[in-house]
């Protein structure tokens, strides 16, 4: 058998296309319908039906881009809400009547500025193409039902703010490229055609003067999946263009205020300054660079970057380094958030900052850190002594050389094999996960909300008490010397494994897990539990204890 498209390059009889059915009609819904419409049942009853000898009658070329994007649109229709319910038997003339009805209310729609499947005009293109945001469950469904993927559940994104969500539109309103945009990071970062693939050439066009109406960047990976650069709002093919493009904006220097993108990545800018106001930089296996002086920006990425870059008076909301032998920030000012990872930086400025994500992987060198952060995560820091005390958020630590978070008030704590960490000392928390931490005791804990506490694998830990919390649990696990817990009123009381434990005093809780206690060896007075897990049937006769009923 001949290939279909052979096939369909001429005029056969119905006995021929009969024979071909098939064959016809998975081109058809391979080429036309996306596999994810709720209609595909229908589409294929009408492909077998009326749309096949309409192709025969009509010496239809289903080749040709006009009647292929014609065919695209009225499947556009198919697929709505607005769409009849049963069209598995409808002539193709009764199709184009009811399709050039759609197009009158579609325009009556965008006349009026409103839509009513949740759908808002952003941004008028050329041709009359339009970019519209996607903001409710049935414009998000239908969106995915006509073009083929998933964005239909995209909406608790959407929904919580995370995310932004477009379509570029043609000027019969049907759907060719979908957009998702990060809020978090302010980068497109998804750019899907029909059923995932990348949107036709010709369209890029749109989708460039769209990112440059309403000041959009692109992430990386977008940039490489489509083959450009971004310099400022133009975006160029790497190579020549480019780079000529390139040595004009940087010549620019200070004078240079327009924002936009400025996309360094394995350039060589031999002799050139760095500077201007940019919403963007990468500066990613970039060579030569004399140096980054009196730069703005909101974002800039530093990827395997030498420590013989000068950097003088920069300011910028969000830095990343990543794999750099840079040593040294001191000239760099960051406001909001800051990511070091794989890196030689030995000293944090005294920034004050949203967040603070530090890495160390095996290069792991840093000692100072005088920066405050809400949110502070520090992995692989084993140099690193002290945090500056103050207030945070969130405070995680993994693997550092820390000995002591005394004058740090904190919201929720992790700290994760810290063995030289013998001093915490704060009287209300939410949660806090402590394991293969060097304290021995912790007292006085007020801990709040409905968080944990948790210390496990605590090897020097010997005495636990005084910890409140009513909606809270306590958690002890696996802490070899520990031997006394006492002072504790919490919901729920969790004792495993701690093979030394002797005393067991002034407990009140609403249940507890005491499978692992040995009541032969455990001195007990004045426990309060209303439901127990034990292992130990006789404990209520045994030991008497007040108020106790095992659940």
Not at 259 to 272: H, I, T, Y
Not at 494 to 515: F, Q
Request: with cysteine.
């Amino acid at each position: 058998m001949e290939s279909i498209e052979d096939f369909l390059s001429v005029r056969r009889t119905k006995s021929e296309i009969n024979n071909y059915k098939e064959e016809i009609v998975d081109y058809l819904k391979e080429k036309f319908i996306p596999p994810t419409s709720p209609k595909k049942d229908q589409f294929e009853s009408w492909f077998e039906g009326y749309f096949k000898n309409y192709i025969y009658n009509n010496k239809i070329n289903l080749f040709d881009q006009d009647f292929s994007n014609d065919l695209l649109h009225k499947i556009d229709y198919l697929n709505s809400a607005q769409a009849k319910k049963r069209f598995d038997r409808m002539t193709w003339d009764v199709l184009e009547n009811q399709v050039e009805d759609w197009d009158g209310w579609l325009q009556k729609r965008a006349e009026k500025g409103d839509d009513p499947q949740g759908v808002s005009l952003v941004s008028q293109l050329s041709d009359n193409w339009s970019a519209v945001e996607l903001k409710s469950k049935l414009s998000l469904s239908y969106e995915g039902g006509v073009m083929g993927h998933c964005v239909g559940s995209y909406y608790d994104k959407v929904n919580s703010g995370r995310a932004r969500l477009f379509s570029l539109r043609d000027k019969k309103d049907a759907s060719h490229i979908t957009i998702e945009y990060n809020v978090s990071n302010g980068e497109i970062v998804q750019i899907q055609g029909k059923e995932n693939k990348q949107p036709k050439e010709s369209y890029h066009k749109y989708l460039f003067e769209f990112a440059t109406n309403e000041k959009l960047m692109f992430s990386t990976s977008m940039m490489n999946n489509f083959g450009f650069k971004q310099l400022g709002y133009e975006y160029l093919p790497p190579g020549k263009i480019y780079h000529e493009k390139l040595i004009e904006y940087l010549k620019m220097g200070e004078e240079y205020v327009n924002g936009g993108v400025l996309d360094l990545r394995g350039e060589d800018c031999k002799n050139l300054f760095i500077s201007g106001v940019w919403d963007s930089v990468k500066l990613e296996n970039a060579i030569n660079v004399s140096g980054v002086k009196n730069l703005t920006s909101t974002n800039i990425s530093l990827v395997n970057c030498s420590d013989k870059i000068d950097f003088e008076n920069v300011v910028v909301d969000n830095l990343s380094i990543k794999s750099s032998i840079m040593s040294e920030l001191g000239n760099i000012l960051v406001k909001e958030n800051l990511l070091i990872e794989s890196s030689l930086i030995k000293e944090i400025p005294n920034y004050n900052l949203n967040s603070l994500t530090y890495k160390g992987g095996y290069l792991s060198v840093l000692e100072n850190c005088h920066a405050l952060a809400d949110i502070l995560f520090v992995e692989n820091a084993h140099s690193l002594k002290k945090i500056p005390e103050g207030t945070y958020k969130e405070i995680s630590l993994i693997g550092t050389g820390l000995e002591s978070l005394d004058g740090v008030n904190v919201n929720n704590l992790i700290i994760v094999d810290a063995p030289n960490v013998n001093l915490i000392n704060f009287e209300h928390i939410e949660s806090a996960d402590l394991h293969n931490v060097g304290l021995k005791s912790l007292h006085n804990v007020n801990l709040m909300g409905k968080g944990k506490l948790v210390l496990s694998n605590c090897s020097k830990l010997e005495s636990v008490s005084d910890i409140k919390g009513s909606n809270n649990r306590l958690e002890l696990s696996n802490n070899e010397n520990l031997r006394s817990v006492s002072g504790v009123s919490v919901a729920f009381l969790n004792l495993k494994s701690n093979k030394k434990l002797e005393v067991l005093e002034k407990i009140r809780a609403h249940s507890a897990n005491l499978s692992d206690v040995d009541f032969n060896k455990v001195k007990t007075r004045r426990i309060n539990l209303r439901k127990i897990n034990t292992n130990n049937p006789d404990l209520i006769r045994t030991r008497k204890l007040s108020g106790l009923s095992r659940g």
